[in-house]
């Protein structure tokens, strides 16, 4: 245990590290990539910033750690590819349906699966994050504000997001106590309680 | 990858020209390799797959890339007929390294060196056809390619001394990393009205 607190101890400084680092005055401008400053800021705050997607991906982080591996590093290597091609369609202009259900969706049932500590064949483990990426990734490409560098919101917001699993499976390595079992369980819980608010609001309840 | 999170966070100004440091050509080329994510990401990308490829293919790597980079900034600083055309493909380059890293694909070692000397050339081609449109001292090549070197001593070091299990796979993360970026970037040069 002590060995997995170790290895993972080093990703959630990291991620306390680029939190405090994302709040310096950033104004990237690289030759021919850009058409505008403050694309890796914004890059890096989106997946923050919204506690929506923020839930998402802690939750893939601690359901990869209550899964062990393979799972445990499949998944976040999965997540960024699959929500970078829910990105690229949107920046593209091909529409998907329903992003909003969908990206609430995932919390419910990320939150679900780790609530009861479920444990799918490793294939559909993938498939569910993979489709769920797809609709988080979409959301991120369609909320690109106009005038940012591409390039450095690319590296910001995979950055981010990376990190924000290394923090899910960071907090996910107390699953080797008892005591841990529970609460990541009862974090669970919560992040499915977050999706349920966010899908009521997607569907104008809270209007 | 704390470095490189510490390099990227770090508040600058770019410019569409090479960042001026203040230390001459040489530093303002070094300078801009750091502050250019498509050059600096793929030879990261790039080095890392070639350290864990084995000793050979990193030092091989070392030994080709800066040379491929030189010449095709050469290449690119005299391709005038060329240079009214926009290469804006960034993300190519970030997509296959990325992926390369992040299947950790099993290449003979000439083979990853003919990578290596495709990504050099294609990236010091483009630094030579923005050198050339912008009058930038050629010295700034040198400082370009220097960096590119170092960098990729380091990575590919780091990466061919990993021993445990975790880390090589947090390796690999990064090549996942890279290649989000990258098709990301490439999306971004496709998009309507871009």
Not at chain 2, 98 to 108: E, F
Request: overall charge positive; charged content about 10%.
């Amino acid at each position: 245990m002590k060995r997995i607190r170790n290895r993972f101890g080093w990703l959630a400084g990291l991620a306390v590290l680029i939190v405090l680092l994302g709040d310096t005055s950033v104004q990237a401008h690289v030759g021919g990539h850009s058409d505008g400053g403050g694309g890796f800021q914004s890059g890096l705050l989106h997946p923050i910033s919204g506690l929506d997607h923020a839930l998402a991906m802690l939750a893939v982080g601690l359901w990869g750690a209550q899964l062990g591996r393979p799972a445990l590093w499949l998944l976040p290597i999965a997540f960024p590819l699959v929500m970078a091609l829910g990105g690229a369609l949107s920046l593209i202009g091909i529409p998907l349906p329903a992003v909003e259900i969908g990206i609430a969706g995932s919390g419910i049932v990320l939150g679900l699966m780790i609530m009861l500590e479920a444990r799918p064949p490793l294939a559909v483990s993938l498939v569910m994050v993979g489709v769920f990426a797809l609709f988080h990734g979409h959301a991120h490409g369609t909320e690109l504000p106009d005038g940012d560098s591409g390039l450095w919101y690319s590296v910001g917001f995979v950055l981010s997001t990376g990190l924000l699993h290394a923090a899910g499976i960071a907090v996910g390595s107390i699953h080797g106590w008892a005591w841990g079992k529970i609460c990541i369980r009862v974090a669970g819980a919560l992040v499915m309680a977050g999706g349920v608010y966010f899908l009521l609001g997607s569907l104008g309840w809270f209007a | 990858l704390a470095v490189l999170v510490a390099i990227l966070a770090l508040p600058r100004t770019a410019q569409a020209h090479l960042v001026t440091s203040g230390g001459g050509p040489f530093f303002d080329g070094w300078v801009h390799f750091c502050v250019s994510p498509d050059d600096f990401l793929t030879v990261v990308a790039l080095a890392l797959f070639s350290g864990l490829a084995g000793k050979r293919a990193a030092r091989g790597l070392v030994l080709t890339l800066p040379v491929a980079w030189l010449l095709g900034t050469l290449i690119g600083f005299y391709a005038t007929p060329f240079s009214a055309f926009e290469f804006r493909f960034a993300g190519v380059s970030l997509l296959g390294t990325g992926l390369l890293l992040g299947i950790n694909l099993k290449l003979p070692t000439r083979w990853l060196l003919l990578i290596a000397v495709l990504v050099g050339t294609w990236h010091g081609f483009l630094n030579g056809l923005a050198m050339a449109a912008t009058g930038t001292s050629g010295l700034a090549a040198v400082g370009i390619a220097v960096a590119a070197t170092i960098a990729a001593l380091l990575m590919s070091a780091a990466a061919a001394s990993l021993a445990k299990p975790w880390q090589l796979i947090a390796v690999r993360v990064v090549g996942s990393w890279v290649a989000a970026i990258g098709l990301l970037a490439l999306a971004w040069e496709f998009r309507p009205g871009s």
